[in-house]
Antibody, heavy 119, light 108 residues
Framework: QVQLVQSGAEVKKPGASVRVSCKAS????????MHWVRQAPGQRLEWMGW????????KYSQKFLDRVTFTRDTSASTAYMELSSLRSEDTAVYYC????????????WGQGTPVTVSS | SYELTQPPSVSVSPGQTARITCSGD??????GYWYQQRPGQAPLLVIY???ERPSGIPERFSGSSSGTTVTLTITGVQAEDEADYYC???????????FGGGTKLTVL
């Protein structure tokens, strides 16, 4: 069965960077894009973008265009999200998510990685 | 930037029908999706492509679309349905994903 397992909670100081990993299993990793979504405390889900796990192409939300980088390691079936120049407003749970198939929506989600930005 | 608009809250008694709406100008062009999120949990897809139900989702969950609005209907609401519900779609270009603000469903 498809599983997305994310790295553990992080605490960072303002101005630092954070990298969150998402290890996939149960399917051919390079066949699907991996999306990243975050949720600040009490706030809505917020789409950050996606990475094509096959060719590495990326699409970033305009909001994060200058601060986020998605990468992947196909040999490890793992996707990564790095967010730089952290500020307190980046305190959130970060999720990786995957569609079941084309236009099926996010069927599979990681468990979420809490990131706290605090001085 | 493009937004999807949901009511902040909906309240119903057990056994009644709950309807949650989501409005957006690009909804006639792109499918709507619905997610249920309980506290401390990752979202769960309950409706895709406006009205399709994933396997394992109870039949009481249904979706519909009309013009610039998609609607999630829960028929015969149960206590376990109390959660936040988010709609999701794409912006007018179809290249960016957008989520609604979320609706808290309270089962009285």
């Amino acid at each position: 069965q498809v599983q997305l397992v994310q790295s553990g909670a992080e605490v960072k100081k303002p101005g630092a960077s954070v990298r969150v990993s998402c290890k996939a299993s149960g399917y051919t990793f390079s066949t699907y894009a991996m999306h990243w979504v975050r949720q600040a405390p009490g706030q809505r889900l917020e789409w950050m973008g996606w990475i094509n796990a096959g060719n590495g192409n990326t699409k970033y939300s305009q909001k994060f265009l200058d601060r986020v980088t998605f990468t992947r390691d196909t040999s490890a079936s793992t996707a990564y999200m790095e967010l730089s120049s952290l500020r307190s407003e980046d305190t959130a749970v970060y999720y990786c998510a995957k569609e079941g198939d084309i236009l099926t929506g996010y069927v599979y989600w990681g468990q979420g990685t809490p990131v706290t930005v605090s001085s | 930037s493009y937004e999807l608009t949901q009511p902040p809250s909906v309240s119903v008694s057990p056994g009644q029908t709950a309807r949650i709406t989501c409005s957006g100008d690009a909804l006639p062009k792109h499918y709507g999706y619905w997610y249920q999120q309980r506290p401390g949990q990752a979202p769960l897809l309950v409706i895709y492509k406006d009205s399709e139900r994933p396997s394992g989702i109870p039949e009481r969950f249904s979706g519909s679309s009309s013009g610039t609005t998609v609607t999630l209907t829960i028929t015969g609401v149960q206590a376990e349905d109390e959660a936040d519900y988010y709609c999701q779609s794409a912006d007018s270009s179809g290249t960016s994903v957008v989520f609604g603000g979320g609706t808290k469903l309270t089962v009285l």
